[in-house]
């Protein structure tokens, strides 16, 4: 009587564009597929399954994903039994578009409906035709889905999914939804469930964090998560991303002050400082009480670092709109700021509003706010120096340590530093260093560690272990066992 071998489990590798909101996604489509017994490829082999979750808001996504596409179709047609799969925000405006012009595409899913996609694989497979499944509302919370963590050390965490706000530029609510939010028990049960893996960090998500609680209707509920989060037991760093000026409260400024384990740190969107184009981008804020926000939180936290994000170049921005953006910059003195050239986004207002400008004006304006802006980032990070950070050490964050024989971490504040290697640091410890040098992104400690703290997270990271936060599977078949196949298209 013959012994069966079982057949290794089919591989796959997600590749992710775009926001931490995609990343995050990311993590729970890599949970998906090992709860339905996928495993990782390893590195430099190709995968059975690869699936591309894409972004609709950077410039020429659509020229990178078709271009990412044209370059997996012979990968695929050498590789039987290869399938590709298309999610994230340009597949949910795309849709059926994507199978049109990339017929070798075997999946598309949209945002609303990541945890379809083993379904939607194995689907595609026993039909031997693409399946496309776009859902129009969120069939289920992402984070009730199980998630495989890039991180030994520090987590994402959603509070909620999709934004009520109408920007004139931004694409994103009519792909993400309106707001939904998490309970907070919700959250709090996830972020001790990372603690428990020895995650040291998290990052609360959402695409407007501050707008939290409106659809459970509490007031204030962000700010009490902040605080809750922070009595969590081993717990050390707490950070959100990303809050809208018209909701920030003194409430959250409080919070962040008195709860010792939310960071002084702050990522605060201004996209233009002129009055008159924040009118057309629909902020519902103004100059004077943006720059308020920045006075309130530095005189409760002198020490906290302050980003932003800045569109220059928005449809009928004049010279004098755009000295006002730059006087806000001065004025702001951000650590540093992700500046864009204004580009149209189809389904959007703002790509059908008069006086859309010149590339070469918007390109000229573009380098005389990011070189305003290397001028303040560089002269913050000098006053840095000489200062004691406590840095969580970091895995690759750090392009030319391995030649310069140096470690990275970020600091409380956010900032990267560049330090001096030592004998069993590890990502995911802690160690204290003094700034010795400075750069406009990034600052270099060379001298002596002061402390060093193994942690968990160390030992993780060492021994190649991630936490994970199981979910709920939805009846989502597992490969090789039987299960109820939906007809193509769809229940």
Not at 40 to 55: F, I, P, Q, R, S
Not at 370 to 398: C, D, P
Not at 467 to 490: K, Q, S, Y
Request: aromatic content about 6%.
């Amino acid at each position: 009587m013959g012994t069966e071998v079982e057949s290794p489990p089919r591989t796959y590798r997600v590749r992710t564009y775009g926001c931490q909101m995609n990343v995050h996604d990311s993590e729970r489509l890599s949970g998906l597929l090992e709860a339905a017994g996928y495993a990782a490829a390893a590195e430099g082999e190709d995968a059975d399954v690869v699936v591309l979750n894409t972004c609709a808001v950077r410039e020429n996504a659509d020229n990178r994903l078709y271009g990412n596409l044209g370059h997996l179709r012979p990968v695929k047609d050498a590789h039987p039994g290869m399938q590709i799969a298309v999610g994230g925000c340009l597949a949910q405006k795309d849709r059926g578009e994507i199978v049109r012009r990339a017929p070798w595409v075997d999946v598309v899913f949209g945002t609303h409906n990541v945890g379809s996609l083993p379904a939607l694989l194995e689907r595609a497979r026993h039909n031997a035709e693409a399946q496309v499944e776009i859902a129009e509302a969120l069939e289920v919370f992402p984070s009730t889905l199980p998630a495989k963590r890039d991180s030994a050390y520090s987590g994402w965490v959603s509070i909620s999914v999709g934004c009520n706000n109408t920007c004139t530029f931004c694409i994103v609510p009519a792909l993400r939804g309106r707001e939904k939010d998490r309970r907070p028990g919700e959250v709090l049960a996830e972020v001790q469930a990372l603690v428990d893996q020895g995650v040291l960090e998290v990052t609360l998500l959402g695409q407007n964090v501050n707008a939290y609680g409106v659809e459970f209707g509490q007031q204030g509920a962000f700010a009490g998560l902040l605080r809750a989060a922070g009595r969590i037991e081993g717990l050390e760093r707490i950070r959100f991303t990303s809050p809208h000026p018209r909701e920030f409260t003194d409430d959250v400024i409080a919070a962040m002050a008195e709860t010792p384990a939310v960071c002084h740190q702050l990522h605060m969107p201004l996209q233009s400082g002129s009055d008159d184009v924040l009118r057309r981008m629909r902020r519902a804020y103004r100059q004077e009480r943006y720059l308020g926000i920045l006075d309130r939180v530095r005189a409760a936290m002198p020490d906290a670092a302050i980003t932003t994000d800045v569109i220059v170049g928005f449809p009928g921005e004049t010279e004098a709109d755009f000295e006002q953006t730059l006087e806000v910059v001065r004025q702001a003195r951000f650590a540093s700021a992700y500046t864009f050239q204004y580009s149209k986004r189809p389904g959007t207002p703002a790509a059908e509003m008069v006086g859309q400008l010149p590339k070469d004006v918007v390109q000229e304006r573009y380098l005389r706010l990011t070189a305003l802006q290397e001028e303040i980032s560089w002269a913050e990070n000098r006053a840095q120096v000489g200062r004691t950070v406590e840095l969580l050490v970091a895995a690759g964050e750090g392009s030319k340590d391995a030649r310069t024989g140096r470690l990275s971490g970020r600091a409380r504040d956010g900032r990267l530093v560049h330090f001096a290697a030592a004998d069993g640091v590890r990502p995911g410890d802690v160690v204290e260093t003094v700034v010795t040098q400075a750069a406009p992104h990034h600052l270099v400690a060379d001298g002596p560690l002061l402390s060093h703290r193994r942690t968990r997270a160390g030992d993780a990271s060492e021994a190649g272990t991630r936490p994970t936060t199981p979910g709920v599977l939805l009846g989502m078949p597992r490969i090789g066992a039987p299960a109820p196949l939906a007809p193509a298209g769809g229940c």
